[in-house]
T-cell receptor, first 117, second 116 residues
Framework: GAVVSQHPSWVICKSGTSVKIECRSL??????MFWYRQFPKQSLMLMATSNEGSKATYEQGVEKDKFLINHASLTLSTLTVTSAHPEDSSFYICSARDPGQGINEQFFGPGTRLTVL | AQSVSQHNHHVILSEAASLELGCNYS??????LFWYVQYPGQHLQLLLKYFSGDPLVKGIKGFEAEFIKSKFSFNLRKPSVQWSDTAEYFC??????????????FGKGTHLIIQP
């Protein structure tokens, strides 16, 4: 149980285009999902907290207009990188909290590698 | 804001050696502590976690960690490593705010290489 998927697993896009990344909880309902970013050979940095039915909470330094988050259902959160630029190239990872397994544990998706040309 | 410090960025051991990876955090309130592992090309997997109770926690694959509150530490240990333990290890902390834990703050990771 507690499986989180992401789609796509990798994406290459041109500079200036927008890219949408999906995060799904497959076998549980997640009221809260988190989005992280991981640069090569570095750690994960929390970008934002996504709550179903409400606005996302962004960490300091993360542009909310550039990284649009929508948590429209209990099993789906999306991250849209708008007007992507090469510096947005990174590995984006989502996680979801499964209330049935304790409110404090998060389950991670496999990540999406974004390359902006 | 809380921070997590992992002492060793690269560790190279021989098989059967004992392992200890250091992790310290900075926050005075109630925290939840985690160790995650990321095998090459795979996603993060939870090794073990500490929420409350016995400060010595046992995880999967023979790993354990000890929470020492006075030292703000949560070091990861394994008595005898295997070649398959080669991976990136991340220590992480989340704050507990009563309504549920916040997002995780990760350490920079330790790249562990086990030589056969």
């Amino acid at each position: 149980g507690a499986v989180v998927s992401q789609h796509p697993s990798w994406v290459i896009c041109k500079s200036g285009t927008s890219v949408k990344i999906e995060c799904r909880s497959l076998d549980f309902q997640a009221t809260t999902m988190f989005w992280y970013r991981q640069f090569p050979k570095q750690s994960l940095m929390l970008m934002a907290t996504s709550n179903e039915g409400s606005k996302a909470t962004y960490e300091q330094g993360v542009e909310k207009d550039k990284f649009l988050i929508n948590h429209a259902s209990l099993t789906l959160s999306t991250l849209t990188v708008t007007s992507a630029h090469p510096e947005d190239s990174s590995f984006y990872i989502c996680s979801a909290r499964d209330p049935g397994q304790g409110i404090n544990e998060q389950f991670f998706g496999p990540g999406t590698r974004l390359t902006v040309l | 804001a809380q921070s997590v410090s992992q002492h060793n960025h690269h560790v190279i051991l021989s098989e059967a050696a004992s392992l200890e990876l250091g992790c310290n955090y900075s926050y005075g309130g109630t925290v939840n502590l985690f160790w995650y592992v990321q095998y090459p090309g795979q996603h993060l997997q939870l090794l073990l976690k500490y929420f409350s109770g016995d400060p010595l926690v046992k995880g999967i694959k023979g790993f354990e960690a000890e929470f020492i509150k006075s030292k703000f530490s949560f070091n990861l240990r394994k008595p005898s490593v295997q070649w398959s333990d080669t991976a990136e290890y991340f220590c992480a902390v989340s704050l507990y705010s009563g309504g549920g834990a916040d997002g995780l703050t990760f350490g920079k990771g330790t790249h562990l290489i086990i030589q056969p």
